[in-house]
């Protein structure tokens, strides 16, 4: 049994694209509204979406100001036009707009990756401590979690919405408020989740063990945003790829 097996007995997940298929809805509303080349590339440019939508919603004031309001609507605008500049596609506002609310109509048809529920399960049965940490808008994120059927594996008091808490991922406050919540020290928990800067970083800063769970292949963020995220020397303690690699990690002696 890998040695931290032994003393962790809380693991988180973060939601999009670590517990669900993030790209698909982004994949659907591009190819609807702006009908790329087949040479596109939807996992590249979906990460430069997550970029722009990490730093504008900063700049708004974070996930617990990004509910329904103009400004909000103008940065989710915003980030498409900016990330898919970077491919040569030109958005108007009003195909920027179209473009959005087309990724909001399937942003709940949304199911989990295969094998995420029967690990979760597992874990359970095994005596962990599951929860997850999400960020965005609390109503927003709850619809995903309510379309996911998340109740039925991770009781609502373990499941945490940045926007609802006051501090979005990487701050290391966030994890530590789940961990006076949860009853949970640090160097019990367990943090997966797919993005660098938010999960790698965030995790390892608040002195959480991370997996990254890189199953797209994406290499870490080179560009800090701010000087407390500069953390060259950060590595995620684990790296998987898929569920069963995910779950050999956290269960196989």
């Not at 809380?10 to 670590?18: G, H, M």
């Not at 009781?155 to 949860?182: M, Y």
């Not at 020290?185 to 367990?190: G, I, L, P, S, T």
């Not at 797919?194 to 002195?207: E, L």
Request: glycine share 6%.
């Amino acid at each position: 049994m890998h040695s931290w097996q032994n003393n962790k007995t809380a693991i988180f997940f973060d939601v999009d694209d670590t517990l669900y298929d993030h790209l698909a809805p982004f994949r659907q509303a591009v190819e609807e509204i702006a009908a790329p080349s087949a040479s596109f590339s939807y996992e590249e440019a979906y990460h430069r979406l997550r970029y722009y939508s990490d730093i504008l919603s900063l700049e708004l004031g974070g996930a617990c100001a990004m509910e329904a309001g103009a400004a909000t609507e103008g940065m989710r605008r915003r980030r498409f036009q900016l990330a898919l500049a970077e491919f040569g596609i030109e958005l108007t506002a009003e195909k920027a707009s179209a473009m959005q609310a087309a990724y909001m109509d399937c942003q709940y048809q949304i199911e989990l990756f295969p094998g995420a529920r029967e690990l979760i399960e597992q874990l359970s049965e095994a005596g962990h401590l599951v929860g997850l940490i999400t960020n965005g808008a609390g109503e927003h994120q709850q619809k995903k979690i309510d379309a996911l059927e998340l109740d039925s594996l991770i009781p609502p008091h373990r499941q945490f919405i940045s926007g609802n808490c006051g501090w979005d991922k990487p701050d290391k406050r966030l994890f530590e408020h789940v961990n006076a919540k949860t009853g949970t020290v640090a160097e019990q928990c367990v943090y997966i989740g797919d993005s660098w800067r938010n999960d790698v970083i965030g995790a390892s800063n608040a002195g959480w063990t991370s997996v990254w769970f890189n199953h797209r292949a994406a290499k870490p963020e080179p560009e800090p945003k701010s000087e407390s995220d500069h953390q060259p020397d950060h590595q995620p303690d684990h790296i998987v790829r898929d569920y069963e690699s995910l779950r050999r990690l956290l269960l196989d002696c």
